[in-house]
């Protein structure tokens, strides 16, 4: 997320938006794009060692245990918004096949200050042990 606020009123989060606005986002997530610092809020699966080994539609990540680049999916992916109010918002991305998951999203305002959880849902046969970092 880039912008979290109203309209007409500064941005909670700190994000460049000189780099995220104007943009045209793909149709789809590909697998390779590189990566866009947007800063905003994102969150990412942990430990970073792992997020190219449960995936099979980049062998040579996999093979070189690749710690970076992050999973596009989770940061790129087409979010859909599940519940919207003046002073909140519910996120749902798509399931990734590289770190098998689903992440949820919610945000709101509370007392001037945003408050947010992090829900995360394994999606794929596997049993999967991650952490989540929001930054």
């Known amino acids: 997320m880039v912008f979290f606020g109203h309209p007409d009123e500064p941005n909670f989060l700190k994000a460049d938006e000189e780099v995220w606005q104007p943009h045209t986002w793909p149709d789809s997530v590909l697998i390779d794009m590189p990566f866009k610092g947007y800063q905003g809020m994102v969150t990412w699966l942990g430990p970073q060692s792992h997020w190219w080994i449960h995936q099979g539609l980049m062998p040579e990540r996999k093979a070189a245990k690749a710690v ?25 991305g798509p399931p990734s096949p590289i770190s098998g998951v689903v992440m949820k999203e919610e945000y709101w305002l509370k007392e001037n200050t945003l408050q947010m959880t992090i829900e995360i849902e394994n999606v794929s046969n596997d049993t999967l042990g991650w952490d989540q970092q929001s930054v």
């Open 68 to 92: 970076w680049l992050p999973d596009p999916y989770l940061i790129y992916g087409g979010f859909q918004v599940v519940y919207l109010t003046d002073s909140s918002v519910i996120l749902s």
